[in-house]
């Protein structure tokens, strides 16, 4: 998460409590991301924004503006099925099922409403996507046509630890040159991180919009490019105020045993 200004960023840090991450991730993490043929093809999904290398704490989530799936082509709104559910110290967030009936590879997405962050003097709006895959291997990079967008270079399921996801950060369909790139994994209580920088990796686009990391742990793990938007907002006091616009993607590795 980056500060408008240098002012936001001292009050950023007065208001955070010691060892705070200051980066902000909009989770979409589904049961599965490859479902197999046999058996229960019920997808759960989780929408939670939060500082998920500090497994929290949990921003609230006002109702969402989109939430949907792209497979085949096809968008298919989402948005009734979300339920809100209460996490961390009684902040909203939601989930949602969906049962794939066809082989595909579904994208997942969500636009979250504008959050506001006082400590920043903005409003922050992640849009994330997940692929699930479902017996196809096609449709993976199909672009869900987000303002702010990653378009994986790599196949973002089926990923052992240790291998590497690239992507190109696009901003209405074009790519950011030099975009900054913050990665997280998403703890499971395992991992303590030494100090502060270890909690979120800050990674760099090249001219040409494109990144690359490679995932040294089994899990989740979350990138988040992050823009300007090129429009203010309001904030809940009714003044316009700059917007953070986030592309995430969400890629799940696993050990190889």
């Known amino acids: 998460m980056r500060f408008a200004h240098p002012l936001s960023a001292l009050l950023a840090a007065a208001m955070m409590i010691p060892g705070a991450a200051l980066a902000h991730f909009q989770e979409v993490i589904p049961s599965a991301d490859i479902v197999p043929e046999d058996g229960d093809r019920t997808v759960g999904l989780e929408l939670t924004f939060t500082h998920p290398m500090e497994m929290g704490p949990v921003m609230e989530m006002a109702p969402p503006v989109r939430f949907g799936v792209l497979a085949d082509g096809k968008n298919h709104d989402l948005k009734s099925q979300l339920k809100a559910v209460k996490k961390g110290e009684g902040k909203t967030a939601y ?152 592309a995430l993607m969400w890629v799940k590795t696993v050990d190889m045993k």
């Open 95 to 246: 989930t949602a099922s969906y049962k794939v009936d066809a082989p595909a590879d579904y994208v997942f997405y969500v636009e979250p409403a504008p959050y506001w962050e006082p400590a920043e003097g903005k409003s922050i709006i992640h849009y994330a996507k997940v692929v699930v895959d479902f017996g196809s291997g096609e449709g993976w990079d199909k672009l869900v046509g987000l303002p702010v967008e990653i378009e994986p270079l790599v196949r973002p399921y089926g990923l052992w630890t240790g291998n590497a996801f690239s992507g190109i950060v696009r901003k209405n369909g074009k790519p950011v040159p030099f975009a900054e790139i913050e990665v997280e994994w998403r703890n499971d209580g395992s991992v303590k991180a030494p100090s502060d920088p270890f909690i979120t990796q800050v990674i760099k686009a090249d001219a040409a919009g494109r990144f690359s990391y490679v995932m040294p742990r089994a899990g989740w793990w979350g990138f988040a490019a992050l823009v300007d938007g090129d429009k203010p907002v309001k904030n809940p006091q009714g003044k316009m105020a700059p917007v953070e616009l986030g």
